[in-house]
């Protein structure tokens, strides 16, 4: 009688402790959804309406190469918004060191007359300086450009690229040969596809692929809010 007195003890703490976790995740999973879909109502976050091209070796990567989060902006290096995007990137990278990948790709809108030279100059920086360079690159035609559209001119392309240690002429071959045209264009249209109407636009993938894009140059808040909670349910 007393085992089974025990028995039933032991499988009454079992059930209750049981009923208390899945409780616990529940209200986790709802705090969660309730979370994402205020960001969705203020419209700073939306599910992406398509996947983006897999992340390869041609792409420029900063962080962790094995990150739990990954973050990819498509970016113009002519558009005001992701020149003032650049310091949350930083803190973002900053705030989460190992756990995010950040990788940039090229989206050069038509209405900003050097922003695809530019991008094409970019990796041309990169296929002859290493992914260091490119970084370096970006970095000061972002900080030197003073306007939208022909901020930076295109005459200091080869200059810069000098600067940071390319040879002229290598460089200047590259930039006329136009090799990565098509490379650029695909990466626009990859972009428009999953659903960018904005830049900077930040594709946020968590571990298991799912997909949120970030359209405009958002405060370091909700990008902060969205990867907490991504974090939380790895």
Known sequence: MQRLLLIAVIFSVV???????????????????????????????????????AISKNDHIKGNLNGKITLVE?????????????????????????????????????QHANAEKEAEASECAASLGGNTTYWKYTDIIFRRSYSGGTGFALTKLTPLAAELGIYNTSFQKCLDSGKFVQAIQDQANDAQ?????ALPATFIIDSRGNTKLVSSDQPFDVYKTIIDLDLQTI
């Open 15 to 53: 059930l209750l402790l049981f009923l208390y976790m899945k409780v616990q995740t529940m209200d986790k999973t709802q705090s969660i959804t309730l979370l994402q879909a205020q960001l969705q109502l203020q419209g700073k976050v939306q599910a992406a309406a398509g996947k983006i091209m």
């Open 74 to 110: 498509y970016t113009d290096l002519e558009c005001p918004s992701c020149q003032q995007f650049q310091p949350t990137i930083k803190q973002i990278m900053q705030t989460y060191g190992d756990k995010i990948r950040f990788v940039t790709r090229n989206y050069p809108l038509l």
């Open 193 to 197: 596809n999953a659903g960018a109407s």
